[in-house]
């Protein structure tokens, strides 16, 4: 059940308002992202923005490469702190942010590092081909051959067997596409036991939410997630085919699922209907819903963050 209390503005936090209010203003001061080139907007996002400050990159970090179907296919590896965690508990396979446009693997390392040390994970985070130049399916191709590598090879590597997965926004909706090719094509329904889902990019035929949204660039908005799906999904192809947007797929017998999403994302209406859909499938799961809460506000520190980082450590736990 829903509380309806978590949309009314009066339950939003000084903190998130003032968050909120500086994000906005930090993009309107900053060149429309579609109007410089792609390769500059990943370098600038690399380097960091006021909008979008660097997160920091792990000095543990290392690097795993498999066969993928584009060529070699990097996973960037954090391992839990050996003095905590002297055996694994599990994987975590992680799929980052971007549009499926923007983005790296290395990019959230902050993120994996907590995963780590906290559930006693490796955590592994796939280089998956971007598009323009790489559209639909590469990089769900490429998170396929990362999940099959794990779930195969990678268990007798690490010596466990407990996999996870997760992902934000475009990393999201890859996680899903990921977990229904398993079942579908490999007949692996249960190779991950949950999966962490964070704002996602479920339906890039878009829903209301995201049509309904505007300009305001309150870390995205209706342009950025219209031009993120038209480079990803090549003109011709139905955007809600349920190879293309999981919201349309048949979710039966997938893992149990963490959705957590803010009030104030474009994207809300993907986990309001997602999270829907996968409970009625049976699937199991919880929905966080947290007031004024941005697009991937996770981004930005704060105690709204602190609180689903510590959520997303209690799922995760639960699931080795």
Request: proline fraction near 8%.
């Amino acid at each position: 059940m829903i509380d309806h209390a978590l949309f009314d503005p009066a339950t939003i936090d000084p903190e998130t308002k003032r968050l909120n209010a500086e994000i906005v203003a930090a993009h309107a001061a900053q060149a429309d992202p579609w109007s410089i080139p792609i390769a500059e907007v990943r370098k600038r996002r690399r380097q960091g923005t006021q909008a979008s400050p660097a997160m920091p990159r792990s000095a543990r970090a290392e690097t795993v490469t498999i066969d993928g179907p584009g060529g070699p296919l990097a996973l960037r590896v954090i391992r839990p702190n050996p003095k905590k965690w002297p055996r694994l508990r599990g994987a975590y396979l992680h799929i980052h942010r971007g549009g499926w446009v923007w983005g790296a693997a290395d990019e959230q390392d902050p993120w994996l590092e907590r995963i780590a040390d906290v559930c006693g994970f490796v955590c592994l985070s796939v280089e998956y081909r971007l598009a323009p130049e790489h559209p639909y399916p590469a990089a769900l191709e490429d998170c396929e051959a990362a999940a099959l590598w794990l779930a195969g090879p990678g268990r007798a590597e690490f010596g466990i067997s407990a996999l996870t997965i997760g992902g934000e926004s475009a990393g999201a909706h890859l996680a899903v596409m990921t977990m229904l090719r398993l079942r579908d094509r490999h007949a692996m329904p249960s190779a991950f036991r949950g999966a962490n889902l964070n704002a996602g990019f479920f339906d890039l035929g878009l829903t209301p939410s995201v049509r309904n949204w505007g300009d305001e660039r309150l870390v995205v908005n209706t342009k950025d997630l219209t031009t993120f799906a038209n480079d990803y999904v090549r003109e011709g192809i139905d955007r809600r085919r349920p190879d293309v947007s999981p919201l349309y797929a048949d979710l039966k017998g997938l893992p149990p699922a963490l959705f957590s999403v803010g009030t104030h994302d474009p994207l809300l209406d993907d986990t309001l209907y997602m999270s829907a859909r996968w409970a009625a499938a049976g699937n199991g799961g919880h929905t966080a819903i947290y007031p004024g809460g941005c697009h991937v506000f996770l981004r930005y520190p704060g105690a709204m963050t602190e609180r689903a980082l510590e959520l997303i450590d209690r799922f995760l736990m639960a699931l080795a």
